[in-house]
């Protein structure tokens, strides 16, 4: 969903969204799938070029363990702050216009000056916003909801995400999945020797000098 600029106004405007998952995993280019509809609230408001939004994002992910490699749900909550700039130049003039309205009146009641100190002061605060905030640059006139979202699915969803906290994994041996009931200690059918018996061969492959890796399966002619 699109909205255009100059209809954000500093009393803000109020969206709620219910976005299919699929289209979300497009835009964002995601390796998971999500399970039903993604639901966002969002509050747009604006001062000059800067547009702040406040929401909140809920989603459940289908990711895979990074583990035992096994798909799960992955419940998504997450509430969120935003600053997006507005390139000025291209700004709707109708909406300049109301800009340069409302600082004529502010001149009208002020004294020169008070609004000498005033802008003065601004322009600090201004200046301080820009290094503190992480502020999002977006070109054109239009403020796309359904990336903004997107974004924010972004930082939130786990690097390694994990089915539980205490997953198992799988066997490195033979691959069985360890957290199956039928494994209650942790431990697959692999026999402790053979487990034994692979690790010391790994161990001497590992001190072969790879020159001569290509010897230690020749056979000599009896």
Same mark, same amino acid.
């Given at each position: 969903?699109?909205?255009?600029?100059?209809?954000?106004?500093?009393?803000?405007?109020?969206?709620?969204?219910?976005? &299919?998952?699929?289209?979300?995993?497009?835009?964002?280019?995601? /390796?998971?799938?999500?399970?039903?509809?993604?639901?966002?609230?969002?509050?747009?408001?604006?001062?000059?070029?800067?547009?702040?939004?406040?929401?909140?994002?809920?989603?459940? $992910?289908?990711?895979?363990?990074?583990?035992?490699?096994?798909?799960?749900?992955?419940? $998504?909550?997450?509430?969120?702050?935003?600053?997006?700039?507005? &390139?000025?130049?291209? @700004?709707?003039?109708?909406? *300049?216009?109301?800009?340069?309205? *409302?600082?004529?009146?502010?001149?009208?009641?002020?004294? *020169?000056?008070?609004?000498?100190?005033?802008?003065?002061?601004?322009?600090?605060?201004?200046?301080?916003?820009?290094?503190?905030?992480?502020?999002?640059?977006?070109?054109? &006139?239009?403020? &796309?909801?359904?990336?903004?979202?997107?974004?924010?699915?972004? $930082?939130? #969803?786990?690097?390694?995400? $994990?089915?539980?906290?205490?997953?198992?994994? @799988?066997?490195?041996?033979?691959?069985?999945? @360890?957290? /199956?009931?039928?494994?209650? /200690?942790?431990?697959?059918?692999?026999?402790?020797?053979?487990?034994?018996?692979?690790?010391?061969?790994? #161990?001497?492959?590992? *001190?072969?000098?790879?020159?001569?890796?290509? @010897?230690? /399966?020749?056979?000599?002619?009896?």
């Amino acid at each position: 969903m699109k909205i255009k600029v100059e209809d954000i106004t500093e009393a803000g405007l109020d969206f709620e969204l219910s976005t &299919d998952g699929k289209e979300i995993k497009q835009v964002g280019n995601f /390796d998971f799938d999500f399970s039903g509809t993604v639901n966002s609230k969002l509050r747009i408001f604006r001062s000059g070029k800067y547009v702040t939004l406040q929401g909140a994002v809920e989603a459940v $992910l289908n990711p895979v363990c990074s583990r035992c490699l096994n798909d799960f749900e992955l419940p $998504l909550n997450a509430d969120f702050v935003s600053t997006v700039v507005i &390139d000025e130049s291209l @700004l709707n003039a109708a909406d *300049k216009g109301r800009t340069k309205r *409302k600082k004529k009146k502010k001149e009208e009641k002020a004294t *020169k000056k008070d609004e000498k100190k005033s802008s003065k002061k601004e322009l600090e605060e201004l200046e301080l916003e820009k290094e503190d905030l992480d502020l999002i640059h977006i070109e054109g &006139d239009e403020l &796309d909801l359904t990336l903004v979202v997107t974004e924010q699915i972004a $930082l939130e #969803a786990p690097i390694k995400p $994990l089915c539980l906290a205490n997953c198992k994994g @799988l066997c490195s041996y033979c691959g069985a999945d @360890l957290n /199956d009931s039928k494994y209650p /200690d942790g431990q697959c059918d692999c026999a402790p020797s053979k487990k034994a018996s692979l690790s010391e061969e790994k #161990a001497k492959e590992d *001190k072969i000098d790879p020159r001569f890796s290509v @010897l230690k /399966d020749f056979k000599t002619k009896s």
